[in-house]
RNA sequence: GCCCAUGUAGCUCAGUCGGUAGAGCGCGUCCUUGGUAAGGACGAGGUCGGCGGUUCAAAUCCGCUCGUGGGCUCCA
């Protein structure tokens, strides 16, 4: 049994006083398990009453009352027998026996008691009630039992509890904080992606804003690829049904696919025949009919770039590399504004490598990915090291090929200085890989850079490379992508900036706020200077007052104001006021901004200051 | 896909007991020409997500549907 934290003591003991609530009011209810969580506690209930915002308000209420008693907790252990009896009194047989056969034989069985409720429990708790000095209930969700959507769904109600009342409204002022930094409010505030109702669910519109961020992140990577012997290639957004049912991604992933494309001629030929649904779908896994696919990866139509052409052991590796849009139908619950979409541009590669290649190309691949988080300044997160479970049979491969990759990537993961976790069983059927992830505003955590060995793939395609000894060889390939995709990382990198893009990635850099129109001229005489240095600068024409235009830019989050008044106009300077760095602020030549504007977007530069957002 | 919640102007939201719509921001015009986070006046803008039902009457009640949010399941 884990000791549980002080904290998690008395978020424990308030999911205990939530089932005592719940109870009294919905004597009826049958219970499943209610744990802390890192930010709270659950308690899982199988109840005929939906638990509305309104009922969750009495089960509030009467959990106040609960505390108010304050009972004492009490510990009490039993045989496996009296644990049944226990539970038949209480009749709470539905969820809580399967709960107590999971108990090992031989291990001690508890209950806890607080008043006129009895739990088993392995605890451990507060020793009284009124400990739970501050707790609130957040939501209702459903889930199902064990976790199997097979199994009933039950209601699960979330809620929170500290140590004092001061730490709670802290927590719930810090998730009111979160939110303003959720990516999809700030999307939209600063006209960066739309996701609209009529193209469809998941499908995420860049609009210029967004896109110029896009742009240099891809410019940013297309540099690195340059500098470490990649190739950049370009290919369709669909292709064969034949070439994925080589792949094996058709049928096998089809529940995850748009369905196929099937030409005119064939349809009509099939209604003829008045071929059914299923008979069609048959038909199509046999692939007796062809058709397209919108294609759910990039790896088949690389390698088929690799394949055109035979390869001598001298030639590898060979790096191939694209921002490639696929295309997967993800359930519709699980859709969240640009961190899981259905169409998504990975910043894919493909290294079709020599077995001895493995942990340096692997390092390579790591050393891209640690770059592009250390230039964004994203030092808050985990690196997963996914191995196979030795237990199951599920993967392809030697098991010595696997055992070989997997010390590659132990190796090549320990050069990066940085601590990681290995998770046996995460591991792709195909290979081991190497994620990255990071946490959103609200603590999910989602996968963006990702390497992966692959010897399914080479094997399906029957990959083969000339070798010294003038026979043919099996070439391992990895999958990379430092970013993940295009449309996670932004969205992830939003939330990570709250909006405040260092100077390079701003999609308006600059802004020059002249003090009235007769400034203009002098305005425009700047903006130009600015642009011919491809700095992206506007002028807030407005007629408004100065802090009215200071205010707007502040909102925009737009890095850098050059203020323009009679003054600065006379002695043909400007007055600089920088949120991204504000030692820069103050009056200089407009030949001194620019230069120092410039070297700040080269040098890609982190925001100095995190100003919060008003 | 499942559970719960939710959908009113470009955005954020109000709209009581059912009597056919309101605010702030934004936008437009005009006035104002200013010194580091909001000057002022006037104005335009809505088939209340969609379809159907109940009713003399529906933003409001009911059903279905689409979208969104929070979870659960899933994520090659």
Not at 70 to 96: D, H, L, P
Not at 511 to 520: A, F, G, K, T
Request: hydrophobic share 35%.
């Amino acid at each position: 049994m884990k000791e549980m934290s002080p904290l998690e003591e008395i978020r424990h003991s308030a999911a205990h006083v939530l089932a005592t609530a719940v109870l009294r009011l919905y004597p009826d209810t049958q219970l499943d398990i209610g744990p802390p969580t890192d930010a709270g506690f659950y308690y899982d209930f199988d109840s005929q009453i939906p638990f509305s915002p309104e009922v969750l308000q009495q089960i509030e209420e009467e959990m106040r009352k609960v505390i108010k008693e304050n009972q004492r907790f009490e510990r009490q252990e039993a045989s496996r027998e009296e644990a049944v009896s226990i539970i038949k009194e209480m009749g709470q047989t539905t969820y809580k026996l399967g709960r107590l056969d999971d108990i090992p034989e031989g291990e001690t069985i508890s209950f806890y008691r607080n008043g006129e409720f009895i739990d088993l429990c392995a605890g451990s708790h507060v020793t009284y009630t009124k400990k739970i000095k501050a707790f609130k209930l957040l939501h209702v969700a459903g889930s199902y039992h064990r976790g199997d959507s097979s199994q009933k769904q039950l209601q699960r109600i979330y809620g929170t509890a500290f140590a004092s009342k001061e730490e709670l409204t802290q927590h719930l002022e810090r998730l009111e904080e979160a939110k303003k930094r959720d990516h999809r409010v700030i999307g939209k505030d600063l006209g960066l992606f739309h996701i609209d109702e009529q193209v469809g669910q998941g499908l995420v519109l860049w609009k210029p804003n967004g896109a110029i961020i896009r742009q240099e992140l891809e410019g940013f990577i297309t540099e690195q690829l340059n500098k470490q012997g990649y190739s950049q290639v370009y290919t369709p957004h669909i292709g064969k049904l034949d070439l994925y049912r080589t792949s094996g991604h058709f049928p096998y992933y089809q529940d995850s696919q748009y369905p196929p494309i099937i030409h005119r001629e064939c349809l009509d030929e099939l209604a003829k025949e008045g071929c059914t649904c299923s008979e069609l779908s048959n038909k199509l896994e046999k692939g007796e009919i062809d058709g397209y696919l919108l294609k759910p990866m990039n790896c088949p139509m690389h390698i088929r770039i690799f394949k055109s052409e035979q390869h001598s052991y001298r030639d590898l590796p060979i790096r191939l590399a694209e921002f490639g849009t696929v295309y997967r139908w993800e359930q519709s619950g699980e859709l969240n504004g640009m961190t899981r979409v259905r169409g998504f541009t990975q910043d894919d590669a493909h290294l079709f490598i020599r077995e001895d290649q493995l942990q340096e190309e692997v390092q390579g691949c790591l050393s891209l990915v640690k770059l592009v988080f250390s230039t964004l300044g994203m030092d808050d997160y985990r690196i997963r090291v996914s191995l196979r479970d030795p237990e199951s049979d599920k993967y392809v491969g030697a098991v010595e090929a696997w055992d070989k990759a997997e010390a590659a990537l132990r190796e090549a993961v320990k050069t990066l200085g940085v601590n990681y976790e290995e998770e046996l069983g995460e591991a792709a059927f195909y290979g081991p890989k190497i994620d990255f992830v990071v946490k959103d505003v609200i603590g999910r955590e989602w996968q963006l850079g990702t390497v992966q060995v692959d010897y399914n793939l080479p094997e399906r395609f029957d990959l083969s490379y000339v070798g010294s000894d003038n026979k043919d060889h099996r070439p391992v390939m990895i999958h990379r992508a430092p970013f993940g995709s295009m449309e996670r990382f932004c969205g992830v990198l939003i939330e990570h900036f709250g909006g405040n893009f260092p100077t390079w990635l701003a999609p308006e850099q600059v802004r020059i706020l002249p003090m009235n129109d007769e400034l203009l001229p002098y305005a425009e005489t700047c903006l130009h200077q600015l642009k011919a240095k491809n700095i992206r600068a506007g002028i807030d024409k407005q007629s408004a007052k100065l802090g009215a235009k200071i205010r707007r830019a502040e909102t925009d989050k737009i890095p850098h104001m050059i203020v323009i008044g009679k003054r600065e106009a006379e002695e043909g300077k400007i007055s600089l006021r920088s949120r991204s760095n504000p030692e820069l602020d103050g009056p200089h030549s407009i030949e001194a901004t620019v230069g120092l504007i410039a070297e700040e977007i080269s040098s890609k530069s982190l925001p100095k200051s995190r100003k919060p957002s008003s």
